[in-house]
């Protein structure tokens, strides 16, 4: 006895909850046997009270019966009225118990007869489904048919929403209820206190949709409280989305040009500071971009748990192998066309076209696939901007990129040395700097990070043979725009040619804004042919 | 004073190129037209291709008037070729007339496919040949006019130039792509007819073609040399190599530069109008920035600052192409141009001809026998004795 004494209060506890249960929300979880029975009495007038009533219930198996009446499936037993799904099973029909889903046993065919349904039925039936859906049990589900139901906004369903209000614990898909709520009361013909309410609750989405809804409150023209509302709340909306629709620009704008800065900062080093002009820079990228396809198929292949790591892994290697080639290249080639600055871009471009066909001959012709880590896929919202984040991360990387080469060119002996040899190379060798030793390290660091921009890269862009020709000309226009051996001026020009670009883009459209940057460059170089941030000094006049 | 200016041209090498070109201009073509049983029978395609060569020794001809003779690198010169181009594409597309395959009279058939109604205002005047031939000019010119007035007199000089000239031809490129632009977008202009009446893929319209092409490059050798050979020419070089001192001198520098600038533009323009009747065909990939830069080559490798040298240049590094591409190595092809490249600016700055012509000059005998001596130095040296 002592033992069963807990059980008492506990199945008084049960039983208080069912109450409640009944008391708020009508017969859920309670038996709906008669309700689906009810759709066997009657006339259609009838059965159209009985899908109310069903629905009403909010009972997970409403939605089976209510889809098998739709598709003509449910049957009334004629001996007792009971409602079964009936299945053609030899001369009679095998039955179902749908709110049980259990076997109802056999049928013959006189003993059981179809409910008929009518295209007004069906319609109704869609929308009592629709209304179940804010009832599953799925705080997902529950949000996607209230956005749904916000988009059709039926005025009809206001009571029903009330009630799935009044139920709802879950926040965010208690306000997309109350959203959609204020929606249908717009369309109703409810007091306009009322729809100045709903308009509140509407302006405070602050979307596009919130607009249109609005627009079309404002526009019936009903009453005047209301369309006064209304338009305010549109016109301040419009603000907003006008203010957003900016702002998505700049973002678009910082985007791109943290491409662009990736593509030239290893060009601000090369060019910018040495004074090579690097027509294999694009390449260098692109060796980057290879790098990383073949980083992540021996991961693929060997070590698939790392996926996640390939681009950390990719990046130092990245480095490795861009910057070893450019040092080789400078050891070749370049040393010995120091001081002739257009006899470097020919050799240069013939070094492009060398290692381009190299990667075509031995990757072949086409794409490459490089596959985002999970952590750089997918997006997040940011008030009404949607970011994606291999995007974020790659204005992050740029910034990040920029920053580590300021500090290795201005607090590392190896940035004195560097600063050293392209200010003044004759003093610097006398004061003991090995300066072709510097010059091609120097190379090599410009080609090294275009490797690790390669990286980056390749997980927005196509990795191809020809990945680096797409970069090579931007690039240049950064760096010049910017102003020569500033690093600085690459940064503000990358942003700046970025940010324009994507500004014009929706008056010009893509290649027409682009023609309109090149030639905004060519005229900006008529009256600044020193760039944005151009060196003062001697030394300009090399 | 213009025969002066001509007749000033005329030394003995200039004779032997001319004579050479209008040889190969009129012999090739009538041995095309020879019975194929013939021995010395040349067959027409034989025709067509080496006609695009004489137009690409054209382009390099005039690539080399800026480069080799101002110091002016342009990585843009295809941008003129192409106009010129176009603009030949653009007659040849109204001689089509009703023949389209959408048969309208008036409109090329890609304005039908794009429900174009009437022809763009910029596409008037080019059913009559004269215009045609005037714009073939013009346009290029007047191009190079705009382009070089802004760059040479804000004194845009060396990489900064060659740099912006390529952002020239690149952002033509991405234009001419466009739809919009009434230039036939991606495709270009193509499914050409007639040329004045003529059927354009008769051997004997080809014949007249190549003929053409010569007698252009004879002409572009000429203008040339006359130019290098006057006083002009003289201010020319002393540009390339101290633009600083010249200007202090008191020469406009940016005046020298801009004429010679037009008129390589020019010369440009003409070599992509003789170009696509016998290729067939014009598209915005000839503005590829690519296609300047190889231009550039074929004067590296013949011999800058040597007139005869783009000529050679261009035809040898284009049979070379011609070779490679269309046997089992054309995958190399790629490795060789650029292997070229680098060998040309490492081990013959000068070119093949520049080099040949020093190497002439360094043996004793040679100086007893002024043939030998290239036509500038000869002109140089006869400006210095007068």
Redesign the interface.
């Known amino acids: 006895m002592t033992t069963l004494r807990p059980t008492k209060p506990i199945l008084a506890f049960i039983i208080a909850l069912l109450a409640m249960f009944a008391l708020f929300r009508p017969a859920y979880g309670a038996d709906v046997h008669p309700q689906v029975n009810a759709l066997g009495q009657g006339d259609y007038a009838a059965l159209e009270s009985a899908i109310t009533a069903l629905a009403a219930t909010g009972d997970p198996a409403a939605a089976a019966v209510l889809d098998a009446l739709s598709n003509g499936d449910l049957y009334v037993r004629k001996s007792d009225g009971a409602v079964f799904k009936a299945v053609r099973a030899g001369d009679g029909y095998a039955l179902t118990d749908l709110v049980t889903g259990t076997d109802a046993g056999t049928a013959a065919r006189s003993d059981v007869t179809k409910i008929k349904v009518n295209n007004k039925i069906r319609g109704q039936i869609r929308a009592a489904s629709g209304s179940l859906t804010l009832m599953n049990p799925d705080p997902k589900l529950r949000y996607a048919a209230a956005a749904d139901v916000f988009k059709s906004a039926d005025p009809a369903q206001i009571p029903l929403l009330d009630s799935v209000i009044a139920g709802e614990k879950d926040t965010g898909v208690k306000a997309m209820l109350v959203q959609a709520r204020a929606a249908a009361v717009l369309k109703s013909d409810m007091s306009s206190d009322e729809k100045v309410a709903a308009v509140a609750i509407i302006a405070a989405r602050g979307d596009q949709d919130a607009l249109a809804i609005l627009t079309g409150a404002g526009a019936a023209g009903a009453d005047p409280a209301v369309k006064a509302a209304a338009d305010a709340a549109a016109g301040s909306i419009e603000g907003q989305l006008q203010l957003w629709n900016g702002v998505q620009n700049i973002w678009y704008g910082v985007s791109l040009g943290s491409v662009l800065l990736l593509a030239a900062i290893g060009l601000a080093i090369t060019f910018g500071v040495m004074g090579i002009i690097n027509m294999a820079h694009g390449e260098m990228v692109m060796l980057g971009a290879y790098t990383t396809y073949v980083v992540q198929e021996i991961i693929r292949t060997s070590y698939p748990g790392l996926f996640d790591w390939s681009l950390a892994i990719a990046l130092p290697l990245a480095f490795l192998v861009s910057g070893g080639v450019g040092v080789l290249i400078e050891r070749s080639v370049i040393r010995f066309l120091y001081g002739r600055p257009l006899e470097t871009l020919l050799a240069t471009w013939g070094i492009s076209l060398i290692l381009q066909q190299a990667v075509r001959t031995y990757f072949g012709p086409n794409n490459r696939e490089v596959g985002n880590p999970s952590w750089m896929s997918g997006t997040f919202d940011l008030g009404h901007l949607a970011i994606t984040y291999n995007r974020m991360w790659i204005v992050v990387f740029a910034l990040g990129v920029f920053a580590v080469l300021m500090l290795v060119l201005k607090r590392t002996p190896f940035g004195l040395q560097t600063r050293a040899v392209t200010q003044n190379r004759p003093m610097a060798s006398s004061m003991g700097i090995r300066t072709p030793y510097v010059d091609a390290l120097t190379f090599g660091l410009g080609s090294g990070i275009a490797g690790i921009a390669g990286v980056a890269l390749s997980q927005i862009d196509n990795v191809s043979p020809n990945l680096g020709q797409n970069y090579i000309i931007d690039s240049f226009m950064v760096v010049v725009f910017g102003g020569v051996g500033n690093l600085w001026g690459t940064l503000v020009g990358a942003f700046t040619l970025g940010i324009a670009n994507k500004f014009l883009e929706p008056y010009a459209g893509a290649v027409l804004a682009k023609i309109l940057v090149l030639v905004f460059i060519i005229l900006f170089i008529q009256k600044r042919p020193r760039g944005l941030f151009a060196l003062k000094g001697r030394s300009v006049e090399a | 004073m213009i025969t002066a200016f001509i007749f000033r041209a005329l030394d003995r090498n200039t004779y032997i190129v001319l004579g050479l070109l209008l040889a190969v201009g009129i012999l090739l073509p009538l041995l095309s037209l020879t019975d194929p049983s013939f021995p010395l029978h040349v067959p027409t395609y034989v025709i067509a291709l080496i006609g695009k060569y004489l137009c690409y020794a054209l382009l390099a001809l005039s690539v080399d008037l800026v480069w080799g003779y101002c110091g002016i690198?342009s990585l843009g010169h295809a941008a003129f070729f192409a106009l010129g181009g176009y603009a030949m594409g653009m007659y040849l597309m109204r001689q089509i007339g009703a023949r389209g395959v959408y048969a309208n009279p008036i409109l090329p058939d890609f304005m039908v496919f794009l429900n174009w109604n009437e022809l763009p205002w910029f596409w008037y005047g080019f059913d009559h040949f004269w215009f045609a031939a005037i714009m073939i000019i013009a346009v290029p010119g007047l191009l190079a006019f705009v382009?070089g007035w802004?760059?040479f007199?804000?004194?845009?000089t060396?990489?900064?130039l060659?740099?912006?000239t390529?952002?020239?031809t690149?952002?033509l490129l991405?234009?001419f792509?466009?739809n919009d632009m009434g230039f036939g977008g991606n495709n270009g202009l193509t499914d050409f007819k007639d040329i004045l009446g003529f059927n354009i893929q008769a051997p004997a319209t080809r014949g007249v073609l190549f003929f053409a092409s010569a007698l252009a490059l004879a002409l572009g050798f000429l203008i040339c040399r006359a130019v290098i050979a006057s006083k002009f020419g003289k201010v020319l070089i002393a540009v390339r190599d101290a633009e600083s001192r010249t200007r202090f001198i008191g020469y406009r520098v940016e005046g020298y530069k801009l004429v010679v600038f037009v008129l390589s533009a020019m010369m440009a323009g003409v070599a992509g109008s003789l170009y696509v009747p016998q290729i067939g065909i014009i598209n915005p990939g000839e503005f590829a920035?690519?296609n300047s830069?190889e231009a550039?080559?074929w004067v590296?490798v013949g011999g800058r600052g040597t007139l005869i040298g783009p000529i050679v240049g261009a035809l040898l590094v284009n049979f070379g192409k011609t070779w490679f591409t269309s046997g089992v190595l054309a995958?190399?092809w790629?490795?060789v141009?650029?292997?070229?490249?680098?060998a040309?600016?490492?081990f013959l700055?000068k070119g093949v001809v520049g080099t040949l012509l020093a190497r002439a000059k360094a043996r004793p005998t040679s100086t007893s026998a002024p043939a030998a001596v290239s036509p500038i130095e000869a002109s140089i040296a006869a400006e210095e004795g007068a």
């Open positions: 690198l382009f802004f760059a007199r804000s004194r845009v060396g990489v900064y060659s740099i912006i390529q952002a020239m690149y952002a991405l234009a792509f466009r920035p690519a830069i550039v080559i590296a995958e190399y790629l490795f141009l650029g292997a070229l490249f680098v040309v600016t490492l700055p």
